[in-house]
């Protein structure tokens, strides 16, 4: 036990120095604000803030970091994308070192009485500084001379988007800064070494992911001279479910519920015009609402390919039962003639009778006329007897019509029991093939490049 009390003392003395030391690194002698007063003054005495450090010598380097704690909106139909961040450039101004152990914590009071950087965002749309309560900047200078110069931004920012695989699509936007009067003879940018961009993970945007983010420099030539340049560009990977949920789903089921149609007798044509008519109004407005929030661009999107095809299909349903009732009744006027037709076979040698006939204004009524071989027969339901010849007109002409028609190949019942086949099957290979294609073989050309930290 002896022994350990003077080891247990020798630890403690040494994380007391080495605490102590590590808050003298940060400086802790408290200097009187008389002190600090007259210390303010004395840098400022003299300080030409209109001319840049080492004017007239060596170019200055900027390290530059961000941290971005939010994202978005993103908005296609205008092509930008807004953020917040805290912006942070890092110099050294060899005017403002002095003697005394201290840093010196200040706010923009300070900073506009000071030289700072004159950096812009070359692709910005509208950025804004927070004022609330004041200004949300500070300046730390420390004794060598080096200032921390760090201002909340909320920026808007134009990125040029290609849509093509909408919405299996991945964005890259840039963000370009550099200075507006310092060529490279005055400034030059840098990304801090240890922790340029810090992206909080936290956040989530309504359709998009921030997949990374990597970051350059650049020298830009102008006219006035060469300029020194930061590039970021972030990597975002649109969320295709609420898509999904919202047009491909909804879409897809329109389509099924055309088919309907197919198993709908032909005769109930109010039911299929009626399904035909809603299926393509709701797809039409389905393709209305899904590009709302895009731009007005002039070329296909993945989505505008499959919202056409259903589009297609849905019609082409519609065709169908327009097809098919067309060969399926002719006009009255031919009617007329083949059972004028069959009422002068049937004095000759053939025989018409009706039976069933229950009441005046309701019944079936089955006709059947003996022309040689060929037996027409139908079956009708009679609302009123004068209506009765032409009942009678369209049952006698769908037989002789669909006669007519299985000599040119159209028959309306095999037409239909292959439309019930093909256009599930066709449906389902275009929806695999579409799947397929853009959701593993299309990419976006920019593919994630950088690390989300
Ligand atoms: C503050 O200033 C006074 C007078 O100028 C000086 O005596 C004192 O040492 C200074 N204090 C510190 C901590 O520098
Ligand atoms: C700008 O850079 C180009 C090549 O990078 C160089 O030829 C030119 O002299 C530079 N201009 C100035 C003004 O520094």
Redesign the pocket.
């Known amino acids: 036990m002896k022994g350990t009390i003077p080891f247990v003392f020798l630890i403690q003395c040494l994380i007391i120095f080495h605490y102590c030391g590590e808050i003298s690194g940060e400086s802790t002698?408290?200097?009187?604000a008389?002190?600090v007063t007259?210390l303010l003054d004395s840098l400022l005495e003299g300080y030409d803030k209109r001319l840049r450090p080492n004017y007239g010598g060596q170019s200055i380097d900027i390290d530059v970091s961000m941290l971005i704690y939010s994202f978005g909106p993103i908005t296609e139909s205008k092509m930008e994308y807004t953020m917040d961040m805290y912006f942070r450039q890092e110099w050294l101004d060899p005017r403002l070192t002095f003697n005394?152990?201290v840093v010196l914590y200040l706010t923009s009071e300070m900073s506009s009485r000071l030289w700072v950087p004159d950096t812009y965002f070359i692709n910005e749309k509208a950025a804004k500084y927070h004022e609330i309560t004041s200004k949300n900047s500070l300046l730390r200078i420390s004794r060598d001379g080096k200032l921390l110069y760090s201002t909340r931004l909320t920026m808007t920012a134009s990125c040029s988007m290609d849509l093509k695989l909408f919405p299996f699509d991945k964005q890259n936007c840039k963000l370009t800064l550099e200075s507006y009067a310092y060529n490279t003879i005055g400034v030059h940018y840098y990304w801090l070494k240890n922790g340029a961009v810090w992206i909080d993970p936290e956040i989530s945007l309504p359709q998009f992911e921030v997949q990374g983010y990597s970051i350059d420099v650049n020298t830009a030539t102008y006219y006035v001279g060469n300029y020194s340049q930061l590039i970021i560009n972030f990597y975002l990977g649109r969320q295709i479910s609420y898509y999904v949920i919202q047009t491909y789903i909804p879409s897809s089921i329109i389509v099924v519920v055309s088919w309907v149609s197919f198993w709908i007798p032909r005769k109930a044509t109010p039911a299929r015009v009626a399904l035909g008519v809603t299926t393509v109004l709701t797809m039409t407005t389905i393709m209305g609402n899904a590009g709302s929030s895009l731009p007005k661009l002039s070329y296909m999107k993945a989505i505008d390919i499959f919202l056409g095809v259903c589009h297609i299909y849905v019609f082409a349903a519609l065709v169908e039962f327009a097809l098919i009732s067309f060969y399926d009744s002719p006009s009255f006027e031919q009617a007329r003639q083949l059972v004028k037709e069959a009422r002068s076979t049937k004095e000759d040698e053939g025989e018409m009778h009706q039976r069933g006939q229950s009441n005046g204004t309701n019944g079936d009524v089955r006709i059947t006329v003996a022309d040689g071989e060929d037996v027409i027969e139908g079956e009708v339901t009679v609302h009123d007897s004068d209506e009765n010849i032409l009942q009678q007109c369209i049952c006698s002409s769908i037989t002789k019509c669909k006669q007519k028609l299985t000599e040119t190949g159209f028959e309306p019942d095999s037409t239909e029991h292959k439309a019930r086949v093909l256009f599930p099957l066709t449906f389902v290979i275009f929806q695999a093939v579409y799947w397929i294609y853009f959701l593993f073989i299309a990419h976006s050309s920019p593919d994630v490049a950088g690390i989300l930290s």
């Open positions: 002698t408290i200097v009187p008389e002190n007259i005394q152990d």
